[in-house]
């Protein structure tokens, strides 16, 4: 599986986003997109996840009704629509796969990752 990450920058608390990780893989059937973060000199941490084959989707506590991960089937593309940002989710964002449970949080498979600063 191969990621490419894309998007972010330098944003205002308030305003939105969207980042995008493509996806390469031989097989996309049982496979999870995630989303996951890391602050300086915090450790890194989930953000979200999504199914390739049925969609579901799960997301940390701290971005729900926030951002919004979805699928783009078609351009083998996964989203991070993200809305009212704060400065806390100033981070550099990764994106990562695995095969198997939406739930599992171990990924064998990155992107690069891409900044997304919030600061007015």
């Known amino acids: 599986v191969q990621l490419q990450a894309s998007g972010g920058g330098l944003v205002r608390p308030g305003d939105s986003s969207r980042l995008s990780c493509a996806a390469s893989?031989?097989?996309?059937?049982?496979?999870?997109i995630a989303w996951l973060r890391q602050a300086p000199g915090k450790e890194r941490e989930f953000v979200a996840t999504?199914?390739?084959?049925?969609?579901?989707?799960v997301y940390a506590d701290s971005v729900k009704g926030r951002f919004t991960i979805s699928r783009d089937n078609a351009k083998s593309t996964v989203y991070l629509q993200m809305n009212s940002l704060k400065p806390e989710d100033t981070a550099v964002y990764y994106c990562?796969?695995?095969?198997?449970?939406?739930?599992?949080?171990?990924?064998?498979?990155w992107g690069q990752g891409t900044q997304v600063t919030v600061s007015s």
């Open positions: 990562a796969a695995r095969y198997g449970s939406l739930w599992a949080r171990d990924y064998p498979y």
């Open positions: 893989a031989r097989t996309h059937t049982s496979l999870n």
């Open positions: 999504v199914g390739w084959s049925r969609g579901g989707t």
